[in-house]
């Protein structure tokens, strides 16, 4: 069966300090993925997707960025980080480009201080 | 551009009652349309699909496509249904990209 998993579960960074957040996938291949951020009582916000290894579009212009060395793996990066970075991020994986749904990660709070 | 609408933040019932939450979209193409649901200290996971016609935990949804509506629904609704909803919409063109709602908290009171 497909499984998914994401770390670190919570985060707290200084301001200025790198970001990288891991996600990878078991049980498929080439699949389509997904960063999302949730904010609190709102929606989910796409960041990045990726539908193959190398390939990235970025859906807002920002602090962080992705990268999908393998075709499991998609990992979320910043060179500096901002106290606006704080939130919910959250990995995804879809098949079928998404006619299935998705499939979620645990998550990962991060806090900037 | 697509976009979702979840005009209700919050959302309470007694149990038993029926309960409806609201989503209305907006996209060119031809829509897929889903339903996630949040249970306290879970992850976020997939409730149905409009396109599977299902019924899951008592929950249907129907597209209209007239009204660009998905609402969910349930015809008696139980505690454990208390948790946050979220209606989703993507389009299969732009590589299964989904637009997600704020999302509606639901409160099932006994």
């Known amino acids: 069966s497909q499984t998914i998993h994401q770390w670190p579960a919570t985060l707290v960074q200084p301001v200025g300090s790198p970001l990288s957040l891991e996600c990878t996938v078991e049980?498929?291949?080439?699949?389509?993925l997904y960063w999302y951020r949730q904010a609190a009582g709102r929606g989910l916000q796409l960041l990045f997707y990726?539908?193959?290894?190398?390939?990235i579009s970025s859906e807002v212009p920002q602090n962080l960025s992705a990268s999908r060395p393998q075709d499991r793996q998609f990992i979320l990066s910043s060179k500096k980080l901002l106290l606006s970075d704080s939130g919910f991020y959250l990995c995804?994986?879809?098949?079928?480009?998404?006619?299935?749904?998705?499939?979620f990660g645990s998550g990962t709070r991060l806090t900037v201080v | 551009a697509q976009r979702v609408t979840q005009p209700e933040k919050l959302l309470s019932v007694f149990k038993g009652a029926p309960v409806e939450l609201k989503c209305n979209y907006s996209?060119?193409?031809?829509?897929?349309l889903f339903w996630y649901v949040q249970y306290s200290r879970q992850r976020l996971q997939l409730l149905l699909r409009?396109?599977s016609r299902e019924s899951i935990k008592g929950f249907t949804a129907d597209l209209n496509k007239g009204e660009t509506s998905f609402h969910l629904k349930k015809p008696f609704a139980q505690e454990e249904d208390s948790a946050m909803y979220y209606c989703?919409?993507?389009?299969?063109?732009?590589?299964?990209?989904?637009?997600f709602g704020d999302g509606t908290t639901l409160t099932v009171k006994p």
């Open positions: 989703a919409l993507s389009g299969i063109t732009n590589a299964g990209k989904s637009t």
């Open positions: 996209y060119s193409g031809s829509p897929e």
């Open positions: 990726s539908v193959g290894i190398g390939q």
């Open positions: 995804a994986w879809s098949a079928n480009w998404g006619r299935d749904g998705y499939t």
């Open positions: 409009h396109i």
């Open positions: 049980g498929t291949s080439n699949p389509n």
